[in-house]
C-alpha cells in the first residue's frame, strides 16, 4: 500500500466510525472496497492487510458496538469483513474474539434496527459471498443460521438483495457439493436441495421462480461430475411443471434447460434433449422463441430437435403467409410449421402480443442466419414473402383477401415497432438470394415505403438502409460489372423519392436522406448506372442546397454527402470541386455549429488520403487556411481533425507511407512514391505551416489533441533525420519555447510569416518529444482517480482534511 494512504487510512477508519460525521456516499464507499480487494489481490493475503493496518479491525469492532451507525456504514463494514475473510488464513485472524459472528450473526446486523434497510441486507448478503470462498466458511455458516435467512431473504421486497440471496443459495450449494463423487448428498448440500425441491413444487410462482434461478446460476457456474447427479435427481420436477396450465415461470424454465445444456455432458443419458423437445410442444408461443433460438445456437444438439426447434422458431412467420393466402411462400417451411392455431390465437389476441410476438420472431431469425450452425436449406423465400408481407401489413396497403388477414392488417396498421424490426430483418436478407419475382416484391415495397407521406422518420431511416443494402447486393449484369436492369429501375424511382425526402419539413427526414446519399456514394460510386443515374437527377444540387439548412445536423450530413459525392466527380457544387472547397475552408472559418466544422475537415482528410479526389493534390495556401482554421477552433475534435489532415500531406510531400492511426493497427506494405529530395519537402511543409500548426498544437490543453500532435511531431523528426545536423544551428531552446506559449496563447498569428527550415528542425530537435509522448501517454486521471486522492476527498468532505485539498474529479 503506498505510504501515504497507509497514512491516511487510520484517520478515515475513524471517520466512518464517528455517527456524528458526514459520511461519504456510496460511490466513494464503492471506490473504496474496489481498492482493498486490489490491495488483496495484490499481496497475495488479506492477513498482512490487518497486521498492517489494525484500524481495520478497530473499524469492524466499533460497528458490532455502535448501533448509531448509518446504513450505509454498516452495509460497508458487512462487505468489507466479508472481504477480507475470503482467505482461510485472515477469516482465522477475525475469527478470534467471535467478530465475525459479532458482524453476522443473530447479534449482529440481523438483529438491529439497520436490517430494516435493504443496503443492510445487502450487504450481509454479499459479505457472506465474498466469504464463503473455502471450507472453514462453511462451518462458520453452519454456526450462524445463515442458511435459513438465506431462505427468507429468497423473498425480499427487495428485488436487489432478492437475486443476491439467489446466488448465494447456487454459491453454498456449490461450495458444498466440491469434490463430492457419490450420490449421497452431504448434509449441508441435502438441506439446500431439499429445499429446491420444495420451492419446485409450490404452488406459489414466486417460490418456483426463486429455485429456477438458483438452479440456472448453479449449472452456468459449474462443470464438476456432481452436477450430472444433481440434474438427474431434479430433472422430474423441472418435467412436472409442463403438467400446469399456464406454466409458472416459463422464462426462467428456458433459462434454466439453456444452462443444463450447457453445462451437462449432452453425449449422456439424462433425458435433457427429451426434456427441451417436450418443453418446446408446452410453452406458449412467447417463450417457445427463446428456448428454440437457444436450441439452435447449441454446438451439439440432435437433428431432430433442432428441426422442431426452427419450425416452431418460424411458425408466427408462418401464420403470416398463411392468412394471406400465399401457398408458395408456404414452400421450403421445415414440416410442421405451419397450421399452428396456438400461435394464431396469441398474434390475434391484442395488439401488443400480436407485435410483440412478430418483433420477437423477426429478432431471433436476424440472429440466427449469420451463424454457421444455422439451419439448411435456409428458407430465403419464404423468409423475405413474410417478412414482405408483414410491411404491407403495417402501412395498409395488404388487401384483406382472408378474415385471419384483415385481423391481422387491423391490429398492425401503423405499428412503428414492427415496421422498424422487419426493415432491419429485410435488409440482412439482401445478401441472399431469392426468385425475380420475390426481389421485384421488395423494391416495390420499399418504393411504397419511400413515398410514403405517413411514413415516420425512424421507419424512413431504417427503409433507406434496406433499400441500400439491396442495391449493394442485387445481382451484376453478365456484360459489365453493374446492377441489373431491376435494379436499375429501382434506383431510379428511389432518387425520385429521396429528392422528395430533401425537401422534407422534417430535419430527421432530410438527414437520413443525405446519410443514405453519403453511404450510396461510398458503395455505388464505381457503378455507371449509379453515377447516371445521379447525374440525370437533382439530387447532387439539392443536397449542395442544404449546406445552408438552419439544423447543423443537416449541415454536417450535407457535408458528408457532397464530399463522397465530389470522389467520384459528382459535385453539385457550381464550382466544381473547386468550389466545393472554398465553401468548406468557410465552413470551417464561420459555421457557429461543430457537427459541421467536424465534417468539413473529414472531408479535406478523406480527399487528401483518396487517389479518385482530383483536388488531392491542395495548393498550399488552401492547406494554410484549412489547418489555420482548425487551430483556432475551439472544438478539440477539429483540431484533431486537422492533425489528420497534416499527417497525411506531411507523408504525401515527404513521399512515405502515414503512420497507422492505431499504434497496433497491421501496416499494409504499400508501394511509396519517390521521395523528393529533404531539404524541398522541409521548404515545401513550412509553407504550408504544418509546423506552426503542430508545434501550437503540442500544448493544446485536451490531450488527444496534444497526444496527435506529439506522434506527429516524433514522425517529422525520424523522417528528417538526415537534415538534423542544421538544426544546431536554430534558436536556443528557451527562444522555442518562447515562442511556442506565444502561438498557444494567439498573441502570434499561425500565417505572419513562415517557420524557417532551420527554426523547425531546432524545434524538432531541441524539445524532449520521447518525453513529452510518455507523459501524455499516462492516463489523463492517473492522479485524481488514485486511491490516495480517494482517501483525501473522503477525508475532505468530513471536514478533517486541508481546505482545498481535495482533487476534483
Request: charged share 15%.
Given at each position: 500500500?503506498?505510504?501515504e494512504?497507509?497514512?491516511l487510512?487510520?484517520?478515515?477508519?475513524a471517520?466512518?466510525?464517528?455517527?456524528?460525521?458526514?459520511?461519504?456516499?456510496?460511490?466513494?464507499?464503492?471506490?473504496?472496497?474496489?481498492?482493498?480487494?486490489?490491495?488483496?489481490?495484490?499481496?497475495?493475503?488479506?492477513?498482512?492487510?490487518?497486521?498492517?493496518?489494525?484500524?481495520?479491525?478497530?473499524?469492524?469492532?466499533?460497528?458490532?458496538?455502535?448501533?448509531?451507525?448509518?446504513?450505509?456504514?454498516?452495509?460497508?463494514?458487512?462487505?468489507?469483513?466479508?472481504?477480507?475473510?475470503?482467505?482461510?488464513?485472515?477469516?482465522?485472524?477475525?475469527?478470534?474474539?467471535?467478530?465475525?459472528?459479532?458482524?453476522?450473526?443473530?447479534?449482529?446486523?440481523?438483529?438491529?434496527?439497520?436490517?430494516?434497510?435493504?443496503?443492510?441486507?445487502?450487504?450481509?448478503?454479499?459479505?457472506?459471498?465474498?466469504?464463503?470462498?473455502?471450507?472453514?466458511?462453511?462451518?462458520?455458516?453452519?454456526?450462524?443460521?445463515?442458511?435459513?435467512?438465506?431462505?427468507?431473504?429468497?423473498?425480499?421486497?427487495?428485488?436487489?438483495?432478492?437475486?443476491?440471496?439467489?446466488?448465494?443459495?447456487?454459491?453454498?450449494?456449490?461450495?458444498?457439493?466440491q469434490?463430492?463423487?457419490?450420490?449421497a448428498?452431504?448434509?449441508?448440500?441435502?438441506?439446500?436441495?431439499?429445499?429446491?425441491?420444495?420451492?419446485?413444487?409450490?404452488?406459489?410462482?414466486?417460490?418456483?421462480?426463486?429455485?429456477?434461478?438458483v438452479?440456472?446460476?448453479?449449472?452456468?457456474?459449474?462443470?464438476?461430475?456432481?452436477?450430472?447427479?444433481?440434474?438427474?435427481?431434479?430433472?422430474?420436477?423441472?418435467?412436472?411443471?409442463?403438467?400446469?396450465?399456464?406454466?409458472p415461470?416459463?422464462?426462467?424454465?428456458?433459462?434454466?434447460?439453456?444452462?443444463?445444456?450447457?453445462?451437462?455432458?449432452?453425449?449422456?443419458?439424462?433425458?435433457?434433449?427429451?426434456?427441451?423437445?417436450?418443453?418446446?410442444?408446452?410453452?406458449?408461443?412467447t417463450?417457445?422463441?427463446?428456448?428454440?433460438?437457444?436450441?439452435?445456437?447449441?454446438?451439439?444438439?440432435?437433428?431432430?430437435?433442432?428441426?422442431?426447434?426452427?419450425?416452431?422458431?418460424?411458425?408466427?412467420?408462418?401464420?403470416?403467409?398463411?392468412?394471406?393466402?400465399?401457398?408458395?411462400?408456404?414452400?421450403?417451411?421445415?414440416?410442421?410449421?405451419?397450421?399452428?392455431?396456438?400461435?394464431?390465437a396469441?398474434?390475434?389476441?391484442?395488439?401488443?402480443?400480436?407485435?410483440?410476438?412478430?418483433?420477437?420472431?423477426?429478432?431471433?431469425?436476424?440472429?440466427?442466419?449469420?451463424?454457421?450452425?444455422r439451419?439448411?436449406?435456409?428458407p430465403?423465400?419464404?423468409?423475405?414473402?413474410?417478412?414482405?408481407?408483414?410491411?404491407?401489413?403495417?402501412?395498409?396497403?395488404?388487401?384483406?383477401?382472408?378474415?385471419?388477414?384483415?385481423?391481422?392488417?387491423?391490429?398492425?396498421?401503423?405499428?412503428?415497432?414492427v415496421?422498424r424490426?422487419?426493415?432491419?430483418?429485410?435488409?440482412?436478407?439482401?445478401?441472399?438470394?431469392?426468385?425475380?419475382?420475390l426481389?421485384?416484391?421488395?423494391?416495390?415495397?420499399?418504393?411504397?415505403?419511400?413515398?410514403?407521406?405517413?411514413?415516420?422518420?425512424?421507419?424512413?431511416?431504417?427503409?433507406?438502409?434496406a433499400?441500400?443494402?439491396?442495391?449493394?447486393?442485387?445481382?451484376?449484369?453478365?456484360?459489365?460489372?453493374?446492377?441489373?436492369?431491376?435494379?436499375?429501375?429501382f434506383?431510379?424511382?428511389?432518387?425520385?423519392a429521396?429528392?422528395k425526402?430533401?425537401?422534407?419539413?422534417?430535419?430527421?427526414?432530410?438527414?437520413?436522406?443525405?446519410?443514405?446519399?453519403?453511404?450510396?456514394?461510398?458503395?455505388?460510386?464505381?457503378?455507371?448506372?449509379?453515377?447516371?443515374?445521379?447525374?440525370t437527377?437533382?439530387?447532387?444540387?439539392?443536397?449542395?442546397?442544404?449546406?445552408?439548412?438552419?439544423?447543423?445536423?443537416v449541415?454536417?450530413?450535407?457535408?458528408?454527402?457532397?464530399?463522397?459525392?465530389?470522389?467520384?466527380?459528382?459535385?453539385?457544387?457550381?464550382?466544381?470541386?473547386?468550389?466545393?472547397?472554398?465553401?468548406?475552408?468557410?465552413?470551417?472559418?464561420?459555421?457557429?455549429?461543430?457537427?459541421?466544422?467536424?465534417?468539413?475537415?473529414?472531408?479535406?482528410?478523406?480527399?487528401?488520403?483518396?487517389?479518385?479526389?482530383?483536388?488531392?493534390?491542395?495548393?498550399?495556401?488552401?492547406?494554410?487556411?484549412?489547418?489555420?482554421?482548425?487551430?483556432?477552433?475551439?472544438d478539440?475534435?477539429?483540431?484533431?481533425?486537422?492533425?489528420?489532415?497534416?499527417?497525411?500531406?506531411?507523408?504525401?510531400?515527404?513521399?512515405?507511407?502515414?503512420?497507422?492511426p492505431?499504434?497496433?493497427?497491421?501496416?499494409?506494405p504499400?508501394?511509396?512514391?519517390?521521395?523528393?529530395?529533404?531539404?524541398?519537402?522541409?521548404?515545401?511543409?513550412?509553407?504550408?505551416?504544418?509546423?506552426?500548426?503542430?508545434?501550437?498544437?503540442?500544448?493544446?490543453?485536451?490531450?488527444?489533441?496534444?497526444?496527435?500532435?506529439?506522434?506527429?511531431?516524433?514522425?517529422?523528426?525520424?523522417?528528417?533525420?538526415?537534415?538534423?545536423?542544421?538544426?544546431?544551428?536554430?534558436?536556443?531552446?528557451?527562444?522555442?519555447e518562447?515562442?511556442?506559449?506565444?502561438?498557444?496563447?494567439?498573441e502570434?498569428?499561425?500565417?505572419?510569416?513562415?517557420?524557417?527550415?532551420?527554426?523547425?528542425?531546432?524545434?524538432?530537435?531541441?524539445l524532449?518529444?520521447?518525453?513529452?509522448?510518455?507523459?501524455?501517454?499516462?492516463?489523463?486521471?492517473?492522479?485524481?482517480r488514485?486511491?490516495?486522492?480517494?482517501?483525501?476527498d473522503?477525508?475532505?468532505?468530513?471536514?478533517?482534511?486541508?481546505e482545498?485539498e481535495?482533487?476534483?474529479?
Amino acid at each position: 500500500m503506498d505510504p501515504e494512504c497507509s497514512r491516511l487510512l487510520p484517520a478515515l477508519c475513524a471517520l466512518l466510525a464517528d455517527p456524528r460525521q458526514p459520511v461519504a456516499d456510496d460511490t466513494c464507499l464503492e471506490k473504496l472496497l474496489d481498492w482493498f480487494k486490489a490491495v488483496t489481490e495484490k499481496a497475495g493475503s488479506s492477513v498482512l492487510l490487518l497486521q498492517d493496518h489494525p484500524c481495520l479491525l478497530d473499524l469492524l469492532l466499533h460497528v458490532t458496538h455502535d448501533p448509531g451507525l448509518s446504513d450505509r456504514v454498516m452495509s460497508f463494514a458487512l462487505r468489507l469483513a466479508g472481504l477480507l475473510a475470503a482467505e482461510e488464513s485472515s477469516f482465522q485472524c477475525l475469527q478470534q474474539g467471535d467478530l465475525l459472528l459479532q458482524l453476522f450473526g443473530e447479534g449482529g446486523a440481523p438483529s438491529q434496527a439497520g436490517w430494516a434497510a435493504p443496503s443492510v441486507r445487502s450487504g450481509w448478503v454479499q459479505g457472506l459471498r465474498s466469504l464463503a470462498r473455502h471450507p472453514c466458511a462453511l462451518d462458520f455458516l453452519d454456526v450462524l443460521g445463515a442458511v435459513d435467512t438465506v431462505f427468507s431473504l429468497q423473498g425480499d421486497p427487495s428485488l436487489f438483495v432478492a437475486s443476491a440471496a439467489d446466488q448465494l443459495l447456487a454459491q453454498l450449494l456449490a461450495l458444498s457439493l466440491q469434490g463430492s463423487q457419490s450420490a449421497a448428498w452431504p448434509p449441508r448440500a441435502l438441506r439446500i436441495v431439499t429445499h429446491l425441491e420444495e420451492s419446485l413444487r409450490s404452488s406459489a410462482t414466486q417460490q418456483v421462480t426463486q429455485a429456477l434461478h438458483v438452479l440456472t446460476t448453479v449449472f452456468g457456474h459449474s462443470h464438476e461430475p456432481w452436477i450430472q447427479a444433481l440434474w438427474a435427481q431434479l430433472s422430474p420436477l423441472v418435467t412436472s411443471l409442463l403438467e400446469e396450465d399456464p406454466i409458472p415461470a416459463a422464462h426462467a424454465l428456458v433459462d434454466l434447460l439453456l444452462s443444463v445444456a450447457r453445462s451437462l455432458d449432452c453425449g449422456s443419458d439424462v433425458g435433457l434433449w427429451e426434456v427441451m423437445a417436450q418443453t418446446l410442444n408446452c410453452l406458449s408461443p412467447t417463450h417457445a422463441g427463446p428456448l428454440a433460438l437457444g436450441v439452435l445456437k447449441l454446438q451439439e444438439c440432435p437433428q431432430a430437435l433442432r428441426v422442431q426447434a426452427f419450425s416452431i422458431l418460424l411458425r408466427p412467420l408462418a401464420c403470416v403467409l398463411e392468412a394471406a393466402v400465399d401457398s408458395t411462400g408456404l414452400e421450403g417451411l421445415p414440416a410442421g410449421t405451419a397450421g399452428d392455431s396456438a400461435t394464431v390465437a396469441t398474434l390475434l389476441s391484442s395488439k401488443a402480443a400480436c407485435a410483440g410476438l412478430l418483433c420477437r420472431t423477426l429478432a431471433h431469425v436476424e440472429l440466427l442466419q449469420p451463424l454457421l450452425q444455422r439451419p439448411e436449406p435456409w428458407p430465403q423465400a419464404p423468409l423475405l414473402a413474410a417478412t414482405l408481407t408483414v410491411l404491407r401489413l403495417c402501412d395498409g396497403s395488404a388487401e384483406p383477401l382472408s378474415d385471419v388477414k384483415g385481423r391481422l392488417g387491423a391490429l398492425l396498421v401503423g405499428c412503428v415497432r414492427v415496421q422498424r424490426v422487419a426493415l432491419d430483418f429485410l435488409a440482412t436478407l439482401a445478401p441472399g438470394t431469392g426468385p425475380p419475382e420475390l426481389v421485384a416484391r421488395v423494391f416495390a415495397v420499399l418504393l411504397e415505403y419511400l413515398q410514403s407521406p405517413d411514413c415516420s422518420p425512424t421507419v424512413l431511416k431504417k427503409t433507406f438502409q434496406a433499400a441500400l443494402g439491396w442495391l449493394v447486393g442485387a445481382p451484376e449484369t453478365a456484360s459489365c460489372h453493374d446492377l441489373d436492369p431491376s435494379a436499375q429501375l429501382f434506383l431510379g424511382g428511389l432518387l425520385r423519392a429521396l429528392q422528395k425526402r430533401l425537401l422534407s419539413p422534417s430535419w430527421e427526414v432530410r438527414d437520413s436522406g443525405l446519410e443514405f446519399l453519403s453511404q450510396a456514394a461510398r458503395r455505388l460510386g464505381g457503378q455507371a448506372s449509379f453515377t447516371q443515374a445521379l447525374l440525370t437527377s437533382e439530387t447532387p444540387a439539392l443536397a449542395h442546397q442544404l449546406l445552408q439548412d438552419p439544423e447543423s445536423y443537416v449541415r454536417a450530413s450535407a457535408v458528408t454527402a457532397l464530399g463522397q459525392l465530389s470522389s467520384w466527380g459528382l459535385h453539385g457544387a457550381p464550382g466544381g470541386q473547386q468550389g466545393l472547397l472554398e465553401e468548406l475552408l468557410h465552413i470551417l472559418a464561420t459555421d457557429s455549429d461543430s457537427f459541421p466544422r467536424r465534417a468539413a475537415m473529414q472531408v479535406l482528410t478523406q480527399w487528401a488520403r483518396d487517389s479518385r479526389a482530383s483536388g488531392a493534390a491542395h495548393p498550399e495556401p488552401l492547406v494554410a487556411r484549412a489547418l489555420q482554421a482548425a487551430g483556432r477552433d475551439v472544438d478539440w475534435e477539429v483540431r484533431a481533425q486537422g492533425l489528420e489532415l497534416a499527417q497525411v500531406l506531411v507523408a504525401q510531400t515527404l513521399g512515405v507511407p502515414s503512420p497507422p492511426p492505431c499504434p497496433y493497427a497491421p501496416a499494409l506494405p504499400v508501394a511509396a512514391p519517390r521521395p523528393p529530395p529533404a531539404q524541398e519537402a522541409l521548404e515545401a511543409l513550412c509553407r504550408m505551416h504544418i509546423f506552426h500548426f503542430a508545434f501550437r498544437a503540442l500544448l493544446d490543453c485536451d490531450r488527444p489533441v496534444a497526444r496527435k500532435s506529439c506522434a506527429l511531431l516524433l514522425f517529422l523528426k525520424a523522417r528528417t533525420a538526415p537534415l538534423a545536423p542544421e538544426a544546431a544551428d536554430g534558436p536556443e531552446p528557451t527562444a522555442l519555447e518562447a515562442t511556442l506559449q506565444g502561438w498557444q496563447a494567439g498573441e502570434q498569428d499561425l500565417l505572419q510569416g513562415d517557420l524557417e527550415p532551420k527554426a523547425a528542425l531546432a524545434a524538432l530537435w531541441a524539445l524532449d518529444l520521447d518525453g513529452l509522448q510518455d507523459t501524455l501517454a499516462a492516463s489523463s486521471d492517473h492522479t485524481e482517480r488514485s486511491a490516495r486522492s480517494l482517501l483525501q476527498d473522503m477525508l475532505a468532505s468530513a471536514g478533517t482534511w486541508g481546505e482545498n485539498e481535495a482533487d476534483c474529479y
